[in-house]
């Protein structure tokens, strides 16, 4: 057994004019030595009349024969014959090489015609004229395989040049041909010359031509997923999108398997399992030597919440999706078609986290946890993204972003959320790019957070805003080196400093939030000093009492006469409780920003007291503190210094000349005095 036995059978055969003869018979018997007893490795014939549908199920098959190309077709008796135009020459040689069981089978079939126009009956015994028939699908093998889990190389299975495909995605969009599926695969391939192009020929033609059938969905029995049907329809479900592709791949030349599972779609509920029938289908196609796995009917576009109305939004990441990216929402029943090492099992996909296509277009890599559940830990759960390059995140829990803390990282982001009632929670991850024109966010990650256990101290304030804290994006605003990298800044004594390095010339505008009321818009940003010094700028804090509070830095160009533009936020902690800084001074449109304030810093002075003042101020020609008499302040060493009583008075103001020719003083700075 160890040489190869090799023999050719010859015969003279004419085809009869009907797909299913008795000479077909023969010719059915010559393949399954063929295909069967040459390997060793076709399946057993079942004695139950079950049988493999190819995806690994077991069904009930009509008597089952195999064309000219070794595939298994239903075989039945039928009233009328459909012609196919014989050639003078119809001698037809198989070659057949038989193989010890432990060698690799090589089939080669030669079929010569002669010469002169050719048709071969479809597996539909449809006229393929002009059209190169397909060899019977191999089964997928080792060359087949991709590695799990995804190596972040590519979000397709082979090199795919979408500039290369403009011409030939706008060709296809316009071809209109409804009244057989090989007139329309005629038309669409004048301008495909490679398979690969073949194949996103027919991807695009389906993708924009062919609905969801939500109206058959609902009611089955009024539908019908025959090609013809689905192409004259103009729509169908899944079953008619893969059966049309397949059928067209088919008469293209190209080989095309049509494959079915459970898959998460519409209506998949986090970590739920899956039993019974499968419920989608779609497609495997045969290129460079490889399978590659693609599903028009998620290519086309997507149904509303209700699943009554279908609208067309093609989605390119279905075509040709690497296994390791498919399997995150397709498991074929035959684990085979995974086409991935190692094949996952469906507890595995039951339990994987649904990463969907947005995720993926949007340049995201990965996410923790990979499981949908969340448990919390002392009433907190964290998630982290990584990505391409930088990207802008928010969250919904429960509808609202205020229970979390989301952070921009340069490739990605963290969250930290802290529910505030027990049980499950639905987590919502929203992403855009960068760059994008328009704010809109699009969902690309769901979880279910189960909270058995409250912390009431991370109650955030209602003002703080998503993501918190300096990040990529605020560099690009122009905050550059924050002296509080994180988003969390904690005070003791209810007093912080935060500074940056400003990389544009702009304006600086900052402002203090708290759920108290008693902190009104103004008195907000009177808790605020800000201190220009050349590039850098410096925001001093006071805090009014305990508590969270929201620090927001606004900003624009000094050259704008426009509003400041938000740019992010801080959050800061405050837990001791004798905490009670009063506001700064309030300063008038004559307070230039690069100005500064040493002393007094508050803005409530002692009654009947005699106050030091120290400012540093530029290009004034006199400076005058106001209260119940008028106190000259005196220049020394760049600072303005001097005394003034608060006795019989409620209010001190800050005066200067800013020219020494004026006869008039403006406000600058006003003070408040205690009650006696």
């Not at 899956?274 to 149904?303: C, E, I, M, P, Q």
């Not at 995201?364 to 448990?375: C, D, G, S």
């Not at 930088?390 to 982001?413: I, R, S, Y």
Request: net charge positive; glycine share 6%.
């Amino acid at each position: 057994m160890g040489n190869i036995r090799s023999f050719c059978i010859s015969w003279a055969r004419r085809l009869c004019r009907s797909c299913g003869s008795e000479d077909e018979d023969k010719a059915d018997d010559l393949t399954h030595v063929e295909v069967g007893a040459a390997t060793g490795q076709d399946r057993q014939p079942s004695s139950t009349g079950l049988q493999d549908d190819g995806n690994g199920n077991s069904r009930s098959q009509p008597s089952q024969r195999r064309d000219l190309n070794g595939r298994r077709v239903s075989w039945e008796p039928r009233k009328q014959a459909q012609a196919v135009t014989p050639h003078a020459n119809e001698d037809t040689q198989v070659t057949v090489e038989i193989h010890p069981r432990d060698t690799t089978p090589q089939l080669l079939r030669k079929l010569s015609f002669g010469k002169g126009p050719w048709r071969l009956p479809s597996l539909r015994g449809q006229d393929n004229k002009g059209f190169q028939r397909t060899e019977a699908p191999r089964p997928p093998g080792g060359k087949d395989l991709h590695a799990y889990p995804w190596d972040k190389s590519s979000l397709k299975s082979m090199p795919v040049d979408l500039q290369q495909f403009e011409k030939l995605d706008a060709y296809a969009l316009k071809v209109n041909v409804k009244n057989s599926v090989e007139e329309l695969v005629k038309a669409l391939l004048k301008q495909a010359r490679t398979d690969l192009e073949k194949v996103r020929a027919i991807w695009m033609w389906i993708c924009h031509h062919i609905e969801y059938d939500v109206v058959g969905y609902h009611n089955k029995s009024q539908l019908s997923s025959k090609p013809i049907d689905v192409l004259q329809m103009g729509k169908s479900i899944c079953e008619g999108y893969a059966g049309l592709f397949e059928q067209m791949c088919s008469i293209a030349g190209i080989q095309c398997m049509k494959l079915s599972g459970y898959s998460k779609g519409y209506g998949y509920k986090m970590g739920q399992t899956f039993t019974g029938d499968s419920d989608h289908a779609w497609n495997a196609v045969y290129l460079d030597g490889r399978w590659h796995l693609l599903d028009s009917t998620w290519g086309s576009g997507s149904v509303d919440d209700s699943f009554t109305k279908f609208t067309f939004r093609y989605n390119e990441f279905y075509f040709l999706t690497h296994p390791a990216l498919f399997i995150n929402n397709h498991f074929p029943d035959n684990s085979n078609w995974q086409l991935l090492k190692p094949t996952l099992t469906l507890k595995d996909f039951e339990n994987n986290m649904l990463h969907n296509s947005n995720f993926y277009m949007l340049g995201l890599l990965t996410a923790q946890p990979e499981t949908a559940v969340i448990q919390t830990v002392n009433g907190k759960a964290s998630v982290s993204v990584d990505c391409r390059s930088a990207t802008l995140f928010t969250f919904k829990l429960k509808g609202t972003d205020e229970h979390g803390l989301m952070t921009l990282k340069k490739h990605g982001m963290k969250l930290d959320i802290y529910p505030q009632k027990t049980g499950s929670h639905k987590l919502q991850i929203f992403a855009k790019p960068s760059k994008a024109s328009e704010d809109v966010y699009s969902c690309v990650l769901e979880y279910v957070v189960e909270c058995k256990s409250v912390d009431k101290a991370m109650r955030f304030p209602k003002d703080l805003h998503q993501p918190v804290g300096p990040s990529w994006f605020t560099e690009r605003q122009g905050f550059l080196r924050p002296s509080h990298p994180d988003p969390i800044i904690p005070t003791n004594d209810g007093r912080c400093s935060v500074t940056f390095t400003l990389g544009k010339d702009i304006s600086v505008l900052a402002s203090l939030h708290s759920d108290s009321s008693s902190l009104t818009e103004d008195m907000g940003r009177r808790h605020i000093m800000q201190i220009r010094r050349g590039n850098q700028i410096e925001l001093k804090i006071h805090l009014p009492h305990a508590g969270n509070f929201v620090l927001k830095i606004y900003a624009k160009k000094k050259s704008d006469p426009g509003n400041y533009d938000y740019i992010f936020n801080y959050l800061i902690t405050c837990l001791n409780t004798e905490v009670k800084w009063p506001a700064f001074p309030q300063s008038y449109s004559k307070w230039v920003e690069d100005y500064e304030i040493l002393e007094p810093l508050s803005g409530l002075l002692p009654a009947n007291r005699n106050v030091q003042f120290k400012l540093k101020m530029h290009g004034i020609a006199k400076v005058l503190v106001q209260a119940e008499n008028a106190y000259p302040l005196t220049q020394s060493r760049g600072y303005w210094e001097g005394t003034c009583n608060t006795s019989g008075c409620r209010e001190v103001f800050v005066m200067v000349h800013e020219n020494a020719n004026h006869s008039f003083y403006s406000h600058v700075l006003k003070y408040e005095v205690e009650t006696q």
